[in-house]
């Protein structure tokens, strides 16, 4: 049985997101399997300004993409062939991964595959570090190791539904009812007619009467220490 190689999967060269594992000319194989796979994800968090506290509340702002590094080693040499091909054949794959081509105006996105499993990562290609390591007499090179970075990509639309925008610490956008006023907003989303003064504040609202139907107001988000006890997001906590 065949060793199975970790390929790496092109979009396809259409307006949306398309991928295509039967198209040979969007699949890069690894010419041998990398040692170990390195992921990286991050997240960060604020701490909330509160007086005479010694461990004050941690609030959520944002996640950075998870990150996937490997090295692939690429040897046209090694062959029982007379002809030694150039290696840059091989790294000239990778190498496209990083230019923009076609409507896209960026660099493809890619999914990662290795044997029966499902897809292990999908991203882009954020650092390419190329090294030549063995040349024929006439400078062709025939050896190679790539060092590839990998960032996570993922659509706006696909991360919007798994998030859960109701809590009243994320920002979101609200449409102006007939008979709303920013009081009757701000008690309706924070449960704190007080909290008028951050939605005008967001969206530079000089006269908070002057309210019209149909009006799109940014809600801002508001920091824990300052979130009702019966706000939605404390509502929804467990």
Same mark, same amino acid.
């Given at each position: 049985m065949a060793l199975d190689k970790l390929t790496i999967l092109v979009e396809a060269d259409a307006g949306k @997101?398309?991928?295509?594992r039967r198209d040979k000319s969007h699949l890069?194989? !690894?010419?041998?399997?990398p040692? +170990? @796979?390195?992921? /990286?994800? +991050?997240v960060q968090w604020e701490s909330a300004? !509160?007086?005479?506290r010694d461990?004050?509340? @941690?609030?959520? =702002? /944002? !996640?950075n993409p998870a990150t996937? /590094? @490997? $090295?692939?080693?690429? $040897? /046209?040499? $090694?062959r029982p062939q007379a002809d030694k091909p150039s290696v840059y054949v091989h790294m000239k794959k990778l190498v496209d991964l990083t230019l923009v081509k076609g409507d896209k105006h960026r660099p493809p996105v890619c999914q990662l595959f290795w044997g029966a499993q499902e897809m292990i990562f999908q991203g882009v290609l954020q650092n390419l570090d190329q090294n030549y390591t063995m040349f024929l007499e006439n400078g062709v090179p025939v050896r190679a190791t790539a060092?590839? =970075?990998?960032?996570?990509?993922? !659509?706006?639309?696909? $991360?919007?539904?798994?998030?859960?925008l109701m809590s009243a610490d994320v920002a979101k956008s609200w449409t102006v009812r007939r008979g709303q006023t920013l009081a009757s907003i701000a008690a309706e989303e924070y449960l704190d007619p007080a909290n008028w003064r951050d939605i005008a504040a967001a969206n530079g609202i000089d006269d908070p009467l002057a309210l019209a139907p149909g009006t799109t107001l940014l809600?801002?988000?508001?920091?824990?220490?300052?979130? +009702?006890p019966g706000s939605r997001r404390n509502r929804e906590e467990p």
């Open positions: @997101l398309q991928f295509n890069i194989e !690894a010419m041998f399997n040692k +170990s @796979l390195g992921i /990286t994800r +991050s300004k !509160a007086a005479k461990s004050p509340e @941690l609030q959520y =702002t /944002t !996640a996937l /590094t @490997l $090295d692939l080693f690429f $040897d /046209t040499y $090694d060092k590839c =970075t990998f960032m996570q990509w993922r !659509a706006n639309a696909s $991360d919007l539904k798994k998030q859960n809600l801002p988000a508001l920091p824990v220490g300052r979130l +009702s």
